[in-house]
């Protein structure tokens, strides 16, 4: 017998109450495998690629596209095929979880940060260009409009995007408003964030602790690694610092994991979420899976690969659902512009948000010597349901002592 | 103005230059016809046939086969007030004559802070299809319309050929005139007035799919293929720039951005022509109106065939332009 699984609206996150279908890029009848993109979202976040988290065939589709649904709606059906055994065992263990990590498997899938596009049949047009394919009239009218091109197929040279292609658009524009306008997606994140901020600052008991830490080591070890190398593939501080984070939340599951229903539960993935701006204003907050398990190297591309995605709006070149729940910790870098220290409000059901500050020269002690040394300030605000002062200090310590042996992360 | 001349004389291209000829020689006592053959012969071209035996041999000069050399008697008589029609046999040989033109007539302007004006104008027989060869074929409108001090014009319709020649007369400037060698024996309307000032474009078809932008030759192909492509429901708006210096790129503009599509049909070489400059021009000043790329159908890039059917295959031809809108507007059948 063939099992009948939902394709539902997904949930990405505490904010997020509802989402309008764009686009099927499937039809019924379509084999879809773990991991395929079947359906293109648009959300508070921005348009996301839908992955379908079981083998299967599509059965139904019940939801038209630019429809808008809430949250948990039946997109369409799929029935389940393959090793039956198999996936009927899957799939009761992510029915009896209800664990928002255990929505996150595709992400264990490491090739996904070299090539995102074998990871789907469904990406046709895998374009360097971060912008959508379009006519220059096209784009002008996109721009004084307000219009997302990224929802719109292309019928002219290099699939682009022309006049014909928007004139339907543009008389439905005038009757209804189907889309989220650039604008409204803003207003509309800027509303997601502050509930959601809101709400975690009521709840959570935070307290907060920073630690001043010697980076000279890291440093030295990130010149040698870009030596002789173009300045594209350089690999960042950040890498190590996320890497080292990941390593040091082993030894510390107290600050990875969710509270839900009043008790905490940690996780065993780790999966680390950024902060990231967008260029047209607001943030998203993407997760890297098992950072754990990628190499420091293998960390900075999955950094690379999911900030050019955050901000991209090209069909299989976007962030993925999967890639927006199930993150485990929350990491926040105000290195670039500036900051000493940020100590961040934690994303709910998370526990904790590590901030790093900017790297300085400072006057550092050295035995009865001062030397001329690099140093960044981190910060941690911590759920005090869960974790208590000393564990976060001992964690913040444990960091520190990972930052100074690069090498061995 | 009576109806007759309203509604147009008929006349050949050949008829309507010489027209225009007798016209300005009547009109303005200053004005001379000098060239190879322009007199016994009547002309290579047969323009000036029997202007001699009406005008005399002062106004109808037959010269020795000497470009530079009356070329640049005519730049001396436009000097001393005269007001010369130099006729260069074809543009093939106008590059003898190209010192006199580009480092005399193009410059003194220029270089005598404005005290002297060559009013000079030089006609020539251009462009292929009469199996005359590489040597005997060439469409170099592009390289004069390169040179700043000239103005350089390209009568594709009948109504210009009658008149351009009067209105660049009437010009301080240096005025070269190219005259299509496969316009001369249609026939065509001939109206009792120029259509517009001889730097404005016309718009010879309206239309709102896209804009084919030519000139000279190349006029009466693009125009077909726009009859052709009427009978596919594709409207199109034909351009004739009819000066290529000063270009009137306003019209062209106008007429894009009504459009959003623009093909250059242009019987020079692709390369470093002028198809290439209005489709920068277009770049420009229209970019934010475009919805397809820019095309240019030019001559094939070899010395013009004798073969007739290779001359035919290097030259653009309205099959080629047909396709071309039909592939930009993504309508193949």
Known sequence: ?409 | MDTKQNQGKKMSYREALRAGIEQSLVDDQRVFLMGEDVGHYGGCYGVSKGLLAHYGAKRIIDTPLCESGFVGIGIGAALGDMRPIVEVMTVNFSLLAMDQIVNTAATLHHMSGGQFNVPLVIRMACGAGLQLAAQHSHSWENIYAHIPGLKVLSPATHNDARYMLVQALADPNPVLIFEHVMLLNNEGLVFSEPEADMEQALIRKKGSDITLITYGGSLPKVLSAATELEALDINVEVVDLRCLRPLDSATVIASIEKTHRAIIIDEGWKTGGLAGEISAIIMEKAFWTLDAPVQRICTQEVPIPYPKHLEKAALPQVEQIVTCVKSLLKREL
Not at chain 1, 249 to 274: T, V
Request: net charge neutral.
């Open chain 1, 1 to 409: 017998m063939t099992k009948s699984i939902d394709i539902i609206m997904p949930s990405l996150g505490a904010d997020m109450t509802e989402g309008m279908l764009v686009e099927w890029l499937i039809k019924v009848g379509d084999k879809v495998q773990h991991g395929d993109i079947v359906a293109v979202l648009e959300t508070q976040k921005g348009a996301i690629d839908m992955e379908v988290y079981d083998d299967g065939i599509i059965r139904e589709l019940l939801v038209q596209p630019l429809e808008t649904v809430p949250v948990g709606t039946v997109l369409g059906r799929l029935n389940e095929t393959g090793l039956v055994q198999k996936a009927l065992n899957q799939n009761a263990q992510i029915r009896n979880n209800k664990n928002v990590d255990e929505l996150n498997v595709t992400s264990v899938n490491k090739n996904l940060y070299q090539t995102p596009v074998n990871h789907t049949k469904t990406v046709v047009n895998k374009s360097s260009d971060v912008t959508v394919n379009a006519s220059p009239i096209v784009r002008k009218i996109a721009n004084d409009q307000l219009l997302d091109l990224s929802i719109i197929k292309g019928s002219g040279f290099n699939d682009a995007v022309i006049l014909k292609d928007i004139e339907a658009l543009l008389n439905q524009a005038t009757s209804k408003k189907p889309i989220y306008t650039r604008d409204e997606k803003l207003v509309s994140m800027r509303s997601a964030i502050a509930t959601t901020m809101s709400q975690s600052n009521r709840e959570i008991p935070h307290f907060y602790l920073s630690l001043d830490i010697p980076i000279n080591n890291a440093q030295q070890w990130l010149q040698k690694t870009n030596q002789n190398k173009a300045p594209q593939t350089y690999t960042l501080l950040i890498a190590i610092l996320l890497k080292a984070v990941a390593m040091t939340l082993k030894k510390y599951p107290e600050l990875n994991g969710f509270y839900l229903n009043e008790r905490f539960e940690s996780s065993n993935k780790i999966n680390i979420a950024n902060v990231i701006s967008l260029r047209t204003g607001g943030v998203v907050v993407p997760l890297i899976a098992n950072i754990d398990q990628l190499t420091v190297l293998e960390t900075m591309q999955a950094v690379r690969d999911i900030t050019m995605r955050s901000r991209s709006i090209n069909r299989g070149d976007r962030l993925r659902s999967s890639e927006l729940s199930g993150a485990t910790i929350t990491t926040t870098n105000m290195g670039q512009i500036g900051a000493d220290c940020v100590f961040g409000i934690i994303y709910p059901p998370q526990v904790a948000i590590i901030g790093f500050g900017k790297v300085k020269k400072v006057a550092q002690v050295c035995g009865e010597q001062i030397n001329i040394g690099e140093q960044l300030t981190i910060c941690l605000s911590a759920d005090h349901r869960v974790i208590d002062g000393m564990l976060a200090a001992k964690f913040l310590n444990s960091l520190a002592k990972k930052l100074q042996k690069p090498e061995q992360l």
